[in-house]
């Protein structure tokens, strides 16, 4: 019982979201993903509740994505995206068009979240439906 207790265990991945493995420089565009910008209720309605592909996102471009684990969370509202914010001119000056953080957080909170966070310059997305 105690070599059982003690035996290494395996982490089910959910089974709507195959975890993927992506890396600095990699091509993300083929990815099907569905992301759906930080917004308010009556904007979602307004867009018929549209989603951004990676090819949109990514699509002749260099984008600087980062995930984080969830919006009001402290150490993503006080490190995590204050550190991407800090670095926007340099990451300017690198070529990168567009700073683009994700979470798994649904639109709305995530429009909150970045009314407060002030995330001007920068595209919010939720991911809700784990795509």
């Not at 070599?3 to 089974?15: D, F, G, V, Y």
């Not at 009001?72 to 800090?86: D, I, M, Q």
């Not at 957080?105 to 002030?118: I, R, S």
Request: aromatic letters at 8%; hydrophobic letters at 50%; a neutral charge.
């Amino acid at each position: 019982m105690l070599a059982r207790a003690l035996a290494p265990t395996r982490i089910r991945a959910c089974a709507a979201a195959a975890r993927r493995r992506i890396a600095t420089g990699m091509d993300l565009k083929g990815l099907p993903i569905a992301l759906s910008p930080a917004r308010t209720w009556d904007e979602g309605e307004a867009a018929e509740f549209s989603t951004v592909s990676a090819a949109e996102l990514f699509g002749g471009r260099k984008v600087a994505l980062f995930a984080v684990p969830g919006a009001f969370t402290g150490v993503c509202e006080n490190s995590h995206v204050p550190s991407f914010a800090k670095l926007a001119a340099d990451f300017k000056l690198k070529g990168v068009d567009e700073i683009a953080c994700v979470s798994v957080n649904d639109p709305y909170t995530m429009k909150a979240w970045a009314n407060l966070m002030d995330a001007a310059g920068g595209s919010v997305f939720g991911d809700a439906a784990e795509a």
